[in-house]
């Protein structure tokens, strides 16, 4: 057996084939998916948090009805790119999801992207309600779109604060 634990997460996620963007929350889990040939991406759905299994069974259906190949999930890291308890627990998710999936799992920063999601859903005809269903797959969805732009997939989060 290899020891896939040495490898960088985003070299064990296939460069073809479906993959799942989530914007990791306590209560809701934002979902988007990719093309086979990772060009591009679509939100695909708000996921309520219900318990350990139901959870875990929702994300196995999900993996088999989008035929994925792995998970990218996002990093919310500080202004400055170092992690905090919020990336702890983001990076214990996709640990989670790992291991009940089967699937490699990345990891992308997704800072702002929630903050972009609201600005366009704002300009939307949606309730505040639908729009606050909405964010969390939008938000998923900018985080995945960035990482399939991405030249290196394996880049650390930068300092963005400008200093």
Known sequence: MSDESSKPAAETVPHEGVLLGMDYGTKRI???????????????????????????????????????????VGLPVHMSGDEGTKASEARSFGQWASNVTGLPVAYWDERHTSLVAQAYLTQTLLSEEKRAIRRDRVAANLMLQAFLDAPDRQAKPTDLRGT
């Open 30 to 72: 934002g979902i988007a998916v990719s093309t086979p040939e990772q060009t591009m991406c679509v939100p695909l759905q708000t996921y309520s948090r219900q318990g350990p299994q139901e959870d875990a069974d929702w994300l196995k259906k999900v993996v088999r009805e989008q035929r994925a190949v792995g998970i990218v």
